[in-house]
């Protein structure tokens, strides 16, 4: 059990993470040692952007950034919405290649890429950790306006739970 009382780590409740506890959570209130974290996809315009936005909600002090191979014009707005409804704003985010990095040293390079369907892209600037953390591509969603945005809503939860639990792992 962690020090939280049971209301916010992915250990004690990992699909219950409720916004107000994770701000009270003990992480927020260890020594802090801060970290730089490059979060990486295909397109940096849903997945990456979510967990950058995830990530700077979980703790101001954790400098991240987030890039792609192949960057999209701009931050899929379906990420955007799904965001602002749980609180989060990426309005400003932009979609960044990842040579705009490569120079840049990193303690975490993080591929969210679903490895089943796509090939993760490697970055191979000096980063001391690199993780794959993978998820489904939102943008592959088909149906009805709201059945799509449901699997953005799906995305962003589990990117919640997945972040989460690596950012309350920093701290052990």
């Known amino acids: 059990m962690s020090n939280c009382g049971g209301n916010c780590c992915p250990s004690c409740s990992p699909e219950g993470l409720n916004l107000e506890d994770i701000k009270r959570c003990e992480p927020n209130k260890t020594p802090f040692t801060r970290r730089k974290i490059l979060i990486i996809c295909t397109g940096n315009s849903c997945r990456s952007q979510m967990a950058q936005g995830w990530l700077r909600f979980f703790d ?14 701009k931050v899929n707005p379906n990420a955007v919405k799904v965001m602002e409804e749980v609180g989060i704003n990426i309005k400003g985010h932009y979609t960044k290649h990842i040579d705009k990095f490569i120079k840049e040293n990193f303690d975490y390079a993080i591929t969210v890429c679903d490895s089943a369907k796509e090939s993760c892209p490697v970055f191979s600037g000096n980063v001391k950790n690199q993780l794959h953390i993978g ?13 799509i945005l449901d699997v953005y809503r799906k995305i962003r939860d589990e990117i919640k739970v997945a972040f989460y639990k690596f950012y309350t792992e920093l701290f052990n």
């Open 60 to 73: 101001e002090r954790l400098d991240v950034y987030s890039a792609g191979t192949r960057p999209e014009k």
């Open 135 to 147: 998820f489904e591509d939102p943008a592959d969603a088909t149906g009805t306006e709201e059945e």
